[in-house]
């Protein structure tokens, strides 16, 4: 069946660090493919998404690029902030996205001043 | 994006009786909502589809006697854990579908002791 595999947490990192959280996704059509991101006492909230090959989703400084020939979509931010700690969440859709979205684990990410 | 709320964050039951979870579109009318279950470090697994004014679709494994939806209005979606369990003790989280995504609700918390 479709999943999502991401790397295990927690990830601790000092302010101003490089950020890399590997994703990889099993599917057996073509899915879209997200990532979320869930504040400590808040919903999840949708961070980037890219629906295509090659397509490369950014946001608040966060990038990730939809990697048909390796099934990844790894998240990337060139200088993390204290206000990025939280737990991010890699997803896939065979549907557009709206619908039966298919969840990795989370990672916590904790930036440290 | 749509806001979408949860109540109660948390709950405390005793075994044997039941609960339920509100969870509410509050600018958004929207005909479909969804119920996640989130284990401790484990991915968010989709429970069930609800659709304002009809029944809701359930996932494979997921009892549907025991987890009862109700979307009786397009901002209102509850589920109602029937005779709970210690085992049904967990973080269950509601979305909606708004334009092509889907925006989350802050989950609740519910132990069952």
């Known amino acids: 069946g479709d999943s999502v595999t991401q790397m295990e947490g927690p990830v601790t990192l000092s302010e101003e660090a490089f950020l890399t959280i590997n994703c990889t996704y099993t599917?057996?059509?073509?899915?879209?493919l997200f990532w979320y991101v869930q504040y400590p006492g808040e919903g999840l909230q949708l961070l980037l998404k890219?629906?295509?090959?090659?397509d490369k989703g950014s946001n608040k400084g966060f990038e990730a690029t939809y990697r048909k020939e390796t099934t990844s979509f790894h998240l990337e931010k060139g200088s993390v902030q204290v206000s990025d700690s939280a737990v991010y969440f890699c997803?896939?859709?065979?549907?557009?996205?709206?619908?039966?979205?298919?969840f990795g684990k989370g990672t916590k990410l904790t930036v440290n001043p | 994006g749509a806001v979408v709320s949860q109540h109660p964050s948390r709950v405390i039951c005793k075994s044997g009786t039941s609960v339920k979870i509100e969870c509410r579109s509050l600018?958004?009318?929207?005909?479909?909502m969804f119920w996640y279950r989130q284990f401790p470090k484990k991915s968010l697994m989709l429970m069930a589809t609800?659709?304002?004014?009809?029944?809701?679709?359930?996932e494979q494994g997921v009892e549907k006697d025991k987890f009862l939806i109700n979307h009786a209005s397009l901002t209102l979606s509850t589920l109602t854990v029937t005779s709970a369990h210690p085992e049904d003790s967990s973080f269950y989280i509601c979305?909606?579908?708004?334009?092509?995504?889907?925006?989350f609700g802050p989950g609740t918390r519910l132990t069952v002791t």
């Open positions: 997803a896939l859709s065979l549907q557009g996205g709206s619908e039966k979205l298919v």
């Open positions: 600018d958004f009318q929207a005909t479909t």
């Open positions: 609800s659709n304002e004014g009809s029944k809701a679709t359930y």
């Open positions: 890219a629906t295509k090959a090659d």
């Open positions: 599917a057996t059509g073509y899915p879209s």
């Open positions: 979305s909606i579908q708004a334009a092509y995504e889907q925006y």
